[in-house]
């Protein structure tokens, strides 16, 4: 089949280009530090411009045709010249500035250029929001939320929606309130469906921070208790790691592990890698063709054209390699790159976008299949991940000693190394595990995504982990180790701006940008994630190899009450009576 069609095409067949939001409206300007609007603050420093060096001249005439010293001033000759310069500082300061800026955004115009060509609006304009505040609930725009009259009332809003009248997606927008429109949606769902929400909570929650970034159509939110468990003594710092868990005795058993890593002198990482990655599939007519991008893409001497036109979609996302892999005639490439201290998925597949765009000008015959081929590979257990490494890959040890063992772990060195080899390296290997050779990484990486703000669907790669132990010192201490090659983090972005999970971002040190190396808050945090995982498999192993996980599952893990006889709102009802 012969296949025709740019990447615009083809993006734009598959994926309907997105209304453009006002991009230039969304556009910091040097002006909007002033506190007037910008014309008439240049109209004013012109007009004394002009007034001062009228004035002054006339004086200059005058003191030489009466030959009195130019240098002797007066208070009116003193506020022109100060009037003078202060117009001149303003005019070469806005002028300048305005200059600078018509530099820098026209890379902005470039981008647009190249992303505009065909790809999706879409995948341009969000990231420009995450690095601002959180947008107010009328900034909202879809065609679906035009503006258009809506009634006053609640009631007949609420008839509206569960008519069909009133799409319920546009209600933030049409109303302009965010927790109004939640409020709204979840009356008319309660009429819909005949089912209250009851138990789940409406207010307490700021429904603005979540438009436009983390959640659509929001009518409450699911509460979650985040525990404690530290401190981690790791690479000469105390953290304490904050794990938003249902599952009891998790957290007890993290700081057990963390106890014993303490008590040992502490745990260490080493950050080997990071780098996000996306990997489009482009289909070409032969396999011949795919395999000329591929030598291309992979030709060092394009590696630094490639990096330009990447790098220009993002002040932080580096391109780093590209590799690629065959399947007939598709070609998966795999764009890898740093991201700063943003966990990277916006901003890869922003910089693959525009690199597809460039390159669909001497590979005509590429149609570009999809922008994500599953090479890359985003939340699905797979190889390439566990080789190559995805995000930031860790190691993270420590030599935990005899005495801690027996008295904090209630174990010994053997036991606790015959039960490593049989159960997560053989077993796992019985199970056909891809990644999985550790006892639980999954459960410490998923809690500390949820409490800080990550995608929690990415626990799936961040869990890959083997964990090794031996016997070291001669057999008398344990030398435990967790190999993580692909912890997906980020301090900025996606849900880590939300209050609740910048709080625990904040407990660890790592809320937001780093200032002074970005990157390195994302990458401490995925060493403090390690850590956790080695705190969870030191407990959760001993636990098991003194047989322990039935009696304290029982204890912290499993509720007194009856729960066949009383259904979820009865029984928090029935709390509510005890108390
Ligand atoms: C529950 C423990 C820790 C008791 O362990 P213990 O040794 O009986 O407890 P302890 O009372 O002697 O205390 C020792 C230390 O543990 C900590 N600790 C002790 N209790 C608490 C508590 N309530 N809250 C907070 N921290 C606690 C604390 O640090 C304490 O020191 P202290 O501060 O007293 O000097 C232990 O039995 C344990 O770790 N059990 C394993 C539980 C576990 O790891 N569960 C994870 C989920 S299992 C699963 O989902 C995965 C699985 C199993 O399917 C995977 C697979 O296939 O292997
Ligand atoms: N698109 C996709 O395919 C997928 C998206 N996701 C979602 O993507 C979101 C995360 O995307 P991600 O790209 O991480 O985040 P964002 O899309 O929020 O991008 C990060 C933004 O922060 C800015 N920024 C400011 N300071 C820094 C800094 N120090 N380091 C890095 N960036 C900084 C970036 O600037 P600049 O504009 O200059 O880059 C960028 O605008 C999550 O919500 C996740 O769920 C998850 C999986 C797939």
Not at 49 to 60: D, E, K, Q, T, V
Not at 174 to 194: Q, S
Not at 400 to 407: A, H, L, P, Q, S
Request: aromatic fraction near 6%; charge should be neutral.
């Amino acid at each position: 089949m012969e296949v025709r069609g740019g990447v615009g095409q083809g993006s734009a067949a598959r994926h309907p280009p997105a209304p453009e939001p006002s991009r230039a409206a969304a556009r910091v300007q040097a002006g909007d530090a002033l506190p007037l609007p910008i014309r008439h603050t240049n109209l004013i420093f012109s007009a004394l411009f002009a007034a001062s060096l009228a004035y002054l001249m006339r004086r200059w005439r005058e003191k030489i045709r009466s030959s009195t010293p130019l240098h002797a001033v007066g208070l009116a000759e003193m506020l022109a010249i100060f009037g003078l310069v202060a117009s001149l500082i303003y005019l070469l300061s806005f002028f300048g500035i305005a200059f600078v800026q018509s530099i820098v955004s026209s890379g902005d115009d470039d981008e647009d250029f190249l992303v505009g060509s065909g790809a999706p609006a879409s995948a341009a304009a969000p990231s420009r929001q995450h690095a601002q505040a959180p947008a107010p609930c009328e900034l909202l725009g879809s065609p679906a939320a035009a503006p258009e009259k809506m009634p006053e009332d609640d009631e007949e809003i609420v008839a509206s929606v569960v008519a069909g009248k009133v799409p319920s997606y546009a209600l933030e927008a049409r109303l302009g309130d965010c927790r109004r429109a939640a409020g709204i949606r979840r009356e008319a769902l309660r009429r819909i469906t005949g089912r209250d929400i009851e138990g789940l909570p409406l207010d307490g929650f700021d429904y603005a921070s979540i438009l436009g970034q983390c959640c659509e159509l929001p009518v409450g939110y699911v509460q979650l208790p985040v525990g404690v468990a530290g401190p981690l003594l790791l690479d000469g710092r105390r953290f304490y790691l904050p794990m938003a868990t249902t599952e009891g005795c998790l957290v007890a058993s993290t700081n057990r592990g963390c106890k014993a890593i303490a008590e040992s002198g502490g745990a260490t990482s080493v950050v080997l890698r990071d780098a996000m990655t996306r990997a489009p599939v482009a289909r070409f007519p032969t396999a011949r063709r795919a395999a000329e991008l591929k030598a291309f893409l992979e030709d060092p001497a394009n590696f630094d054209t490639l990096s330009v036109v990447f790098n220009r979609s993002s002040r932080f996302a580096r391109l780093q390699g590209v590799q690629c892999a065959m399947a007939g005639r598709n070609l998966y490439m795999r764009f890898s790159c740093s991201t700063g201290d943003a966990m990277g998925m916006n901003m890869v597949s922003k910089g693959v976008q525009n690199v597809l765009d460039f390159l669909q000008d001497d590979f005509h015959d590429m149609d570009v299949i999809s922008i994500s081929g599953n090479f890359c590979s985003d939340k699905k257990p797979s190889a390439v991940n566990w080789i190559e490494g995805r995000g930031k890959s860790v190691v993270c040890e420590a030599v935990i000693g005899e005495e801690v063992v027996k008295k904090v772990l209630k174990t010994d060195v053997q036991s606790l190394v015959e039960l490593n080899t049989i159960k997560n390296l053989a077993g796992s290997a019985v199970a056909g595990a891809l990644g999985g050779f550790n006892a639980h990484a999954s459960n410490i990486v998923t809690a500390i995504f949820i409490a800080t703000g990550q995608d929690p669907a990415q626990n799936v790669e961040s869990s890959h982990c083997i964990t090794m132990l031996e016997p070291v010192n001669a057999g008398r201490d344990l030398h435990i180790s967790v190999t993580m090659p692909s912890i997906e983090v980020g301090t900025v972005g996606g849900g880590t701006q939300l209050a609740s999970q910048s709080a625990c971002l904040d407990l660890l040190g790592v809320r937001g940008a780093s200032r002074d190396r970005p990157g390195s808050n994302a990458r401490l945090l995925a060493t403090v994630v390690a850590g956790g995982v080695l705190a969870g498999e030191l407990s959760l192993l001993s636990a098991l190899a003194a047989g322990q996980l039935v009696k304290s599952h029982m204890k912290y893990n499993r509720s007194s009450k009856d729960v066949s006889s009383t259904t979820a709102t009865e029984k928090t009802r029935q709390r509510e009576v005890d108390v």
